[in-house]
């Protein structure tokens, strides 16, 4: 049986804390990605209930739509391309506040207003997938959202 997620009631500090603590818990037990990923963004979506909320994996030349939480998605996205591609082909976070400003923006969802993209990197450096979260509300993530969800995606063994 799976654990409960408790999310608390305090500061968006407060809610990555323990986030983080139970990703690391979940993750320490698991060494299948692709569970990790899926749990990961299901954890995170039900913890602050955003629009959209999942991964990337690269394949080739292309991101590959992976364990996902929300609506209908973007199956593939080129090297460099939108912010996901972007973020793979900089190998850092991209925080967009309002996509409409963002060059080549794709919208799998016109809905999507704000929008972040962590990196995952394996061992070697290399990117191997994207953790992308879109908002349906302008500027909603920070440097406190970079620095957790870089933390928490550090946590993936791949």
Known sequence: MAEELIIPDGSKEDKYSLLYKQIESLTAAESDSIANMANIAAMIQETFHFWWTGFYRVVGEQLILGPFQGPLAC???????GVCGTAWKEHCTQVVPDVDKFPGHIACSSLSRSEIVVPVFDD????IAVLDIDSEHLATFDERDKEWLEKIVSLLKL
């Not at 199956?75 to 391309?81: E, F, K, L, V």
């Not at 070697?124 to 990117?127: E, I, P």
């Open 124 to 127: 070697g450096g290399t990117v």
């Open 75 to 81: 199956s593939r996205i080129a090297y460099g391309r």
